[in-house]
């Protein structure tokens, strides 16, 4: 293999790497990317075989086995040719006399440089968290920390990674973890007595990104040492910003840490108007590749949705059913009634529960009620697996439903899927 060697291939080669993992991350869905791909990182080319190590040999055999395909055709495509791709573990490109590629400036945790600034559509309702964001970058002496907050898919993690890839751009040391990630590093580095290594890797960066940051809700310890991250990282110059599903004042965050955001930027990022769903619907379909009929534009773009990841869901389904051969308004429909009714349409229990009991023409009180007729056993299927879909757990929803236990609600919600796949006008009258 013919190592990449210089800066300029080294630079290059990480670029191509980061495309085909925002490729991959639209194609195989967050859970499978942020489990199997995204700490990979590339280690050579050589025109016809793209070397590139995972954390463990383990991983090494299932991305080779099972997603070697899809990574295969990923690279592929943003290479503009047929390429193999190959992983290895760590280690393994010494000793194969591949030359591992510069990775550039110090980088902890990982950055997709699939979402930049050019890629973010600009709305009314994330302009000023889309200027922040800039701001933060080029500003002298910038506001920090930035708070980035709003609900799921409105955009606030593509912003966070395009302030990562833009600073790492400019060779600043960056940091991009999640809230689950920062307490799993400082936790593990408790128990191995390692805390001035974790301190020393977090604290000497330009820039401190941490998504998701309602994740570390309620861990005490956890929130002061990221207190601790903060302080040092803006007393050696550096910058801070968050992303967040709930305003800080909601998280219940020690006083500390709370006046220390509420001393910067807290923005909220809100979900595209109306208006704004049909330019992202066009430039989603754009970097598919994709020329969708204008029917199926129209259609989707006057959806009702909360998201932008919503939004890419439903440009996503059109274009396999196309590309299938099999793209018409009623296949469209239940695609979109599917995604509509997987958010939900709402943000708590109560209001999914109001509006299941509507549908079904039952009263709540029926609903969290101890009756087993069919109707009221269906309606509470269809909440159980409603509620499911929203990231509540089995516990919390059986309290929602009147008091159930896990186990009950969990055969229930596996029936209420099946119900709302068998039945689009159910799914299409939760979603309206």
């Known amino acids: 293999m013919i190592a990449v060697s210089s800066p300029v291939d080294a630079r290059e080669l990480a670029r191509t790497w980061r495309s085909v993992l925002g490729r991959l991350e639209l194609e195989v869905g967050p859970h499978t990317f942020a489990t199997w791909l995204r700490d990979t990182r590339p280690l050579a080319f050589d025109g016809a075989t793209l070397l590139a190590e995972a954390p463990r040999p383990l991983m090494c055999d299932w991305l ?45 945790g990982a950055v997709n440089c699939a979402f930049t600034f050019e890629r973010y559509v600009e709305s009314a309702g994330n302009r000023l968290a889309l200027a922040c964001c800039r701001e933060l970058l080029t500003d002298e002496r910038p506001i920090s920390p930035l708070v980035l907050w709003g609900s799921n898919g409105v955009g606030k993690s593509h912003l966070l990674h395009a302030l990562g890839c833009a600073a790492r751009a400019r060779g600043w040391a960056v940091a991009c973890l999640s809230g689950e990630e920062f307490a799993t590093r400082y936790l593990t580095a408790l128990r191995r007595q390692e805390v001035d290594a974790f301190q020393e890797e977090l604290r000497g960066v330009r820039l401190f990104l941490l998504d998701d940051l309602q994740d570390l809700r309620g861990k005490r310890a956890t929130l002061e040492e990221l207190v601790r991250t903060i302080d040092a990282v803006e007393l050696g110059g550096g910058r801070v910003a968050f992303a967040s599903e709930q305003h800080p004042s909601d998280l219940s965050l020690p006083p500390r840490l709370a006046s220390r955001l509420n001393a910067g930027v807290v923005v909220q990022v809100l979900p595209p108007a109306p208006s704004d769903q049909r330019a992202i619907v066009l430039q989603l379909a754009a970097e598919l590749r994709a020329a969708l009929p204008a029917w199926c534009i129209d259609r989707i773009a006057a959806a009702r949705v909360l998201s932008v990841r919503e939004l890419k869901g439903a440009v996503h389904a059109a274009v396999a059913l196309d590309r299938a051969g099999m793209l018409d308004p009623g296949r469209l429909d239940a695609e979109l009634a599917r995604i509509v009714v997987k958010a939900s349409g709402v943000s708590d229990a109560e209001a999914v529960l109001e509006r299941v009991a509507e549908a079904f023409a039952v009263r709540l009180e029926e609903l969290r009620g101890r009756s087993r007729r069919a109707p009221l056993a269906d309606a509470r299927a269809v909440a159980a697996a409603l509620l499911r879909r929203r990231g509540m757990g089995y ?23 099946r119900i709302l796949e068998e039945r689009h006008d159910l799914g299409l009258a939760l979603a309206s």
């Open 64 to 108: 080779n086995d099972r997603l070697g395909f899809v990574v295969r055709r990923a690279a592929s495509a943003i290479l503009a040719k047929e390429v193999e791709v190959r992983f290895v573990p760590p280690g393994a490109a010494a000793a194969s006399g591949a030359t591992p590629a510069d990775p550039g400036p110090k980088l902890v």
């Open 395 to 417: 516990t919390a929803i059986g309290r929602a439903l009147g008091g159930r236990d896990a186990a009950t609600v969990k055969e229930a919600a596996a029936r209420g899927d």
